[in-house]
């Protein structure tokens, strides 16, 4: 897969973060668009040079939502600090982790999708209590924010993915926002050191992977397939009915959402600016 000129525009080029980018931009059911500058979204951010975080900084931001669990937390410090930025982090809350998941399936192809596929449907309830509050304090006022975890794909992605949903952007529109991953190229090291961070130490967290994973299981792991995706919104319908009842079960009430659209939505275009 290969980025888009969309893509490239989403970007924001660093030397030490491969995957953050803006995840504004896009346009609502209603017709609406998300602003831009406000929402980004990222992988690990331990590796950011002086350089990266000027350009970070430039950018205003505000608030960093830290997925990863403790052990990541501490086996990669985030680089990027300061008295301008506060930073968030939760308990994981998942009943296993992904690794300890993996051993259970066959481990080929196959094995790994359904893995992914079984994994994703648990994700909004395993980490809702932290998706509630990210997007409570973005609906607060926390913003710019960036929400990442190791590789920006799965918690990342879920979270991000919730924040649009929210705001009313179709789930076609999320669904490739969160396929953007692979057309970046998501990196080995990052999803190694989200599986295995803590049991084993950073440092040897891929090596780690390939030995205990064929490739042709890894590759499925570390890709960002819509279906994924899909399966978590169809373990949010089974388990509350729909993503409204969700949104209400995770502590985001109906103001908070209006507080969503005031801050993060556009004015709707007048038809002469929509004709001009």
């Known amino acids: 897969m290969t980025l888009r000129d969309e893509d490239r525009l ?27 500058g406000r929402l980004y979204r990222a992988n690990r951010l ?50 296993r982790r992904l690794v300890d998941m993996a051993r259970d399936y066959p481990q080929t192809a196959a094995g790994a999708r359904a893995l992914m596929l079984d994994f994703y449907g648990e994700l909004p309830l395993t980490l809702g209590h932290a998706f509630g509050a990210i997007i409570t304090r ?7 924010c960036v929400i990442h975890c190791s590789a920006g794909k799965d918690r990342t992605g879920m979270a991000a993915a919730l924040v649009l949903a929210a705001l009313g952007v179709p789930r076609e529109t999320i669904l490739d926002d969160y396929a953007m991953t692979d057309r970046i190229v998501a990196s080995a090291d990052d999803m190694a050191r989200s599986i295995f961070t803590g049991r084993r130490g950073g440092e040897r967290a891929q090596g ?10 890894i590759a499925v792991m570390l890709s960002a397939r819509p279906e994924f995706l899909e399966s978590a919104f169809a373990g949010i319908e089974r388990a509350h009915g729909g993503l409204d009842e969700y949104l209400e079960a ?21 038809p002469l600016s929509e004709t001009a």
């Open 138 to 144: 973005i609906a607060a006022g926390a913003v710019p």
């Open 46 to 95: 331990s590796h950011l040079t002086p350089r990266d975080i000027a350009a970070l900084d430039a950018r205003g931001i505000t608030t960093i939502f830290d997925l990863r669990s403790v052990r990541e937390r501490e086996a990669d410090p985030t680089a990027w600090t300061g008295e301008h930025l506060t930073a968030h982090s939760w308990p994981p809350g998942h009943k």
């Open 250 to 270: 995770i502590g985001v009430t109906d103001a908070m959402r209006e507080n969503l659209t005031r801050l993060l939505l556009e004015p709707p275009l007048s």
């Open 208 to 217: 780690t992977m390939q030995s205990e994973f064929p490739e042709e299981m």
């Open 10 to 36: 989403r970007i924001v080029t660093l030397e030490g973060a491969g995957n953050f980018r803006d995840f504004g931009g896009y346009r609502t059911q209603g017709g609406r668009r998300v602003a831009t």
